[in-house]
């Protein structure tokens, strides 16, 4: 618990608001809270004042709820991934003991809250940033977190097997990384945002492996933006899977579901 007396100061607020923060007191509250001592606290302050991500400076972001940790250079989960998160614990919940698999992982956000809210969740998790993959360890027990380019990551006895797959890959079309935030631009790995000349290189190879991981009745779902969504969708339709676009216009969020067929009965 923080030493530091409360209220903030109103030069910590200043010095927050004339480095561009333009949430300066709720972010002041926050580091406050976070640092155990004064000369933490301005550290913190200082690397805030920097640039440095405030989820970076913290070492944690929320995500639906939950604390989640990050560490610099790996991808901070945004709001609207929130959406995809809900859909697939929505999805997760209609089966019996899931396995669930969240590729392009990051700090695990996404498998973390499928693995709190589904019960009997068996989660898994990969990426191919070590560091990244070092940050979900944190999140998730360390032997459900593989390293390696999205399937070939996973153990080969999840086949098949898979009731929910979830993909928050990168989807930045390359030559719109540089207008991205500086926050995302300048203190995530390129891996982690690049997705290529239309941004859909990486969804289309989790939408082409999708089908012969996938269980039978298994889901993919992938987020995208509402600009790119049609071509995600039929990228889906062309592996043979019952699709569905889901939007929330109150966080600018878009996912794309591709379902198995089930097994004849």
């Known amino acids: 618990m923080s030493t530091i007396p409360s209220p903030v100061t109103p030069a910590l607020v200043a010095r927050l608001r004339a480095a561009g923060c333009v949430y300066a007191e709720d972010e002041a509250d926050l580091l406050v809270a976070t640092a155990g001592d004064p000369a933490e606290l301005e550290a913190m302050v200082r690397r805030r004042v920097e640039g440095l991500p405030l989820e970076h400076v913290l070492g944690w972001a929320e995500f639906c709820g939950r604390r989640i940790a990050v560490e610099p ?26 396995v669930v698999v969240d590729l392009c992982c ?20 990969a990426d191919v940033d070590p560091v990244a993959v070092a940050c ?12 390696g380019d999205l399937f070939t990551a996973l153990p080969p006895g999840l086949r098949g097997r898979v009731a929910v797959l979830v993909a928050n890959a990168p989807y930045v079309p390359t030559a719109e990384l540089a207008f991205m935030p500086a926050d995302a631009r300048l203190h995530e ?5 690049d997705g290529g000349p239309d941004g859909l290189d990486l969804q289309r190879r989790v939408i082409a492996g999708a089908p012969r991981w996938l269980a039978p009745g298994g889901t993919v779902l992938i987020e995208t933006s509402a600009r790119q969504s049609p071509r995600t969708a039929a990228a889906m339709r062309a592996a043979g899977l019952a699709v569905r676009t889901l939007t ?18």
Not at 109 to 117: C, G, N, S, T
């Open 106 to 125: 990051g700090s695990g956000a996404i498998a973390a809250v499928l693995a709190a809210e589904v019960d009997r969740a068996e989660p898994h998790a």
């Open 136 to 147: 979900a360890r944190r999140n998730l027990p360390a032997d459900r977190v593989h390293h």
């Open 73 to 98: 250079g790996v991808f901070v989960p945004r709001r609207r991934t929130e959406f995809l998160a809900r859909r697939a614990v929505a999805v997760a919940r209609g089966h019996s003991a899931p």
């Open 189 to 193: 790995a390129v891996v982690a945002l």
């Open 248 to 265: 929330d216009p109150d966080l600018d969020a878009t996912v794309v579901t591709g379902t198995l067929s089930p097994s004849p009965t």
